[in-house]
């Protein structure tokens, strides 16, 4: 069974860096798609940006610049490095992966900016 979990996040002034990390297990071969996406209270879940195994990268247009995405396939994991974080930035972050049709899951993992 496919298992997404994040680390990495917390809380961290405007301005500050955050960098999270995934790690699915249960599937033996590199998934197609990996990346993140996020959810902030109220609001609906929003792309931050997807990486895929051939290197492909989709950012949401806001965001890149200040974010940068990286996966390793052999390991089957997918980073996302933040900076210069804003306010605006505060949200659960989740972390999806994507092989054969079917779109996996992580439980999410918070992120806070806040002076």
């Known amino acids: 069974q496919v298992q997404l979990v994040e680390s990495g996040g917390g809380s961290v002034q405007p301005g500050g860096s955050l960098r999270l990390s995934c790690v699915a297990s249960g599937s033996t071969l590199s998934f197609n798609v990996m990346g993140w996406y996020r959810q902030a209270p109220g609001m609906q879940r929003e792309l931050v940006a997807t990486l895929s195994r051939g290197g492909y990268t989709n950012y949401a247009g806001s965001l890149a610049g200040r974010f940068t995405i990286s996966r390793d396939n052999a390991k089957n994991t997918v980073d996302l490095q933040m900076n210069s974080l804003k306010p605006e930035d505060t949200a659960v972050y989740y972390c999806?992966?994507?092989?054969?049709?079917?779109?996996?899951w992580g439980q999410g993992t918070q992120v806070t900016v806040s002076s």
């Open positions: 999806t992966a994507r092989i054969y049709g079917n779109e996996y």
